[in-house]
């Protein structure tokens, strides 16, 4: 084991819990970003090694996606049908509803985070506008969101992430062993919701001014074609998945109307910089020796990280304390039992409703909703999300075990 890797790896990783690094103006990606630095500078890693610890596939299929989700964005898509929902004449359980069924929807189709940043400065507006008060709501948008996203291999990063490292299938994925419990966990949801609520929704309030992009049915159209064609590609798989996303984006990128300087303005280059980061950490601390010392010592207390039971619990303890796609990358070396890439991704993903750091898309919600004048409190986060996460890990625990005996 290396003394400087391992200091190192801490260093980054304690970025990860704190959000960043105390006495300096740095975030989470910098802090990443300056452990890879570190490690190049102090031939712990060299530039080629660095290189090739980047999973080039996972970065490619992140990138097509989020021109696709540009497309979406800039064509007003997201604005309209967040106003249509907002100003739906349905009764607030039933808004909430129908709220939680689209957002989750799309989370499944176009990552939550992307979809929480779109819909929570209109929600926000629209609810206000009623007089409706809006945590419930923007709890159900990020909590829906995590859910949601939980039901395919591109939902979210960590699902993008497990599924090119492990080559999984996205159909069995999806029919097989996300179907059943995202479903049973969006309504559980709805109805953690409605009863922490108990019929106080109405709240006294001031609308305020939000500015998205006008809705423009052509180009609107045009992502809604792209995109059912990548997904029936991802199905059938004639090639690669981020081939797929990028002749996806490729195509979206030729456009007369929409400057392609706007579509890459869109794309989270710091969720970028943080993948390639990370992967040249955790390579640095694979090739030290320290992950296979650290398995050994669990496995000789008497947990095995590869089995399945074992690898659910890490895995969504784990996700609360350095977030998701770090806790992801961290076991997925242990990933070797058939179900493990389901465990990772169901488990990753549904402990992100628990606490706030669990996951990039309850930091936007609660972040754009203060800026809106709506304050969600971490305690108030906390009412909803433990009983969803855990109602929802119990439920995806359940599913696991019955597949694990067909397997």
């Known amino acids: 084991m290396d003394a400087t890797v391992f200091a190192i790896f ?74 249509r929902i907002a100003a739906a004449r349905l009764r607030p359980p039933m808004l909430l509803l129908a709220l939680i069924g689209v957002v989750g929807l799309l989370s499944a189709i176009l990552s939550n985070d992307v979809v929480c940043f779109a819909v929570c400065p209109l929600l926000t507006d629209g609810c206000l506008r009623r007089r409706l008060d809006p945590i419930p709501f923007l709890l159900a948008l990020a909590c829906a969101s995590n859910v949601g996203s939980a039901a395919t291999l591109i939902g979210n990063p960590q699902n993008m992430l497990i599924g090119q490292t492990l080559d999984l299938s996205f159909g069995r994925y999806f029919f097989l062993d996300a179907l059943v419990p995202t479903l049973l966990g969006l309504v559980a949801t709805w109805l953690v919701i409605c009863w922490r609520t108990r019929g106080r929704w109405e709240a006294d309030s001031r609308p305020t001014t939000v500015v998205a992009p006008p809705f423009d049915a052509w180009q609107s159209a045009k992502a809604i ?43 989270d280059w710091q969720l970028l910089v943080l993948f390639v980061a990370l992967f040249v950490v955790n390579d640095a601390l694979a090739a030290s020796g ?118």
């Open 10 to 83: 801490v260093l980054v990783y304690l970025g990860m819990i704190l959000g960043r690094l105390p006495w300096l103006a740095i975030d989470r990606t910098g802090v990443a970003l300056l452990g890879a630095i570190a490690l190049v500078a102090l031939a712990k890693i060299g530039p080629r090694e660095a290189w090739l610890a980047v999973d080039v596939t996972t970065i490619a299929l992140l990138f097509g996606l989020m021109v696709v989700s540009a497309q979406f964005r800039l064509g007003g898509f997201y604005s309209a049908i967040t106003r």
């Open 225 to 267: 074609v792209v995109t059912t064609v990548l997904i029936v590609l991802f199905f059938v798989e004639p090639a690669p998945r981020e081939a797929i996303a990028l002749a996806a984006g490729g195509v979206l990128l030729l456009s007369r109307k929409l400057h392609s300087r706007e579509m890459l303005a869109c794309v």
């Open 290 to 407: 320290t992950l296979a010392w650290l398995h050994d010592h669990v496995v000789a207390a008497g947990v095995d990280p590869s089995a399945p039971g074992a690898l659910f619990w890490i895995t969504a303890v784990l996700s609360n304390v350095v977030s998701n796609v770090p806790a992801v990358m961290l076991l997925l070396p242990s990933a070797t039992h058939p179900l493990a890439g389901a465990v990772l991704a169901l488990s990753s993903t549904l402990a992100g409703n628990l606490l706030v750091v669990g996951s990039i898309a309850n930091i936007i919600v609660i972040t754009q909703a203060d800026a809106l004048g709506v304050r969600i409190t971490w305690a108030a986060h906390a009412r909803v999300g433990v009983p969803v996460a855990l109602l929802t890990l119990l439920i995806a625990g359940a599913w696991l075990a019955l597949r694990a005996t067909m397997v």
